[in-house]
């Protein structure tokens, strides 16, 4: 099936250094989603992006639509502890599919 | 407005037993999905439904079985447990294709 390559597979950061991580595919996508999964937790979704070019925040993540529909970038700035867990990005393919793919997840430590 | 909710918790079969695991979403979706985790994976496909009455197959439907009766329920059926489907469960919704919510998941284990 679909596959989004998603990294890195891991990072380990101190605390108050921003973070990056990206999703890419050879497919185009119509849409794109950034989710968070605490341990034991279903994931939350943090960001929603709908257009290629299209930057959107919420509180210290900023995530992007690539240009080219083919990619994506979650950043986080000054990150804290609570940052941890594992960031999953997903996406709608181009031509209407029912169902989102997944990238196979960033896990991110954050030390204090 | 409880969003996505999951039940049990937890579960423990034994192997060749049966189960239902419960979801349910207060919040009039459309699209409803059933995914497995397992340890330190990411999150695979198992059925999904657009709407009451209509279901398919996702990335990895054997051994299991849906139904879609009403918007608000999205039961997945295991029929015949084995160990291979030890895992995590998540059910999610949404009004369309994109931004799923996701309910807080059910851990199974078969042995």
Partial sequence: ????????????????????????????????????QDPG?????LIALYKAGELTSNGRLTAQFGITRKDSFLNISASIPSDVGIYFCAGQLQGGSEKLVFGKGTKLTVNP | NAGVTQTPKFRILKIGQSMTLQCAQDMNHNYMYWYRQDPG????????????????????????????ST????????ELAAPS???????????????????????????
């Fill in chain 2, 41 to 68: 994976m990411g999150l695979k496909l198992i059925y999904y439904s657009v709407g009451a009455g209509i279901t398919d197959k996702g990335e990895v439907p054997n051994g299991y079985n849906v139904s879609r």
């Fill in chain 2, 71 to 78: 918007t608000e329920d999205f039961p997945l059926r295991l």
């Fill in chain 2, 85 to 111: 489907q030890t895992s995590v469960y998540f059910c999610a919704s949404s009004y369309s294709v994109g931004e799923q919510y996701f309910g807080p998941g059910t851990r199974l284990t078969v042995t």
């Fill in chain 1, 1 to 36: 099936g679909q596959q989004l390559n998603q990294s890195p597979q891991s990072m380990f950061i101190q605390e108050g250094e921003d973070v990056s991580m990206n999703c890419t595919s050879s497919s185009i996508f119509n849409t794109w989603l950034w989710y968070k």
């Fill in chain 1, 41 to 45: 937790e279903g994931p939350v979704l």
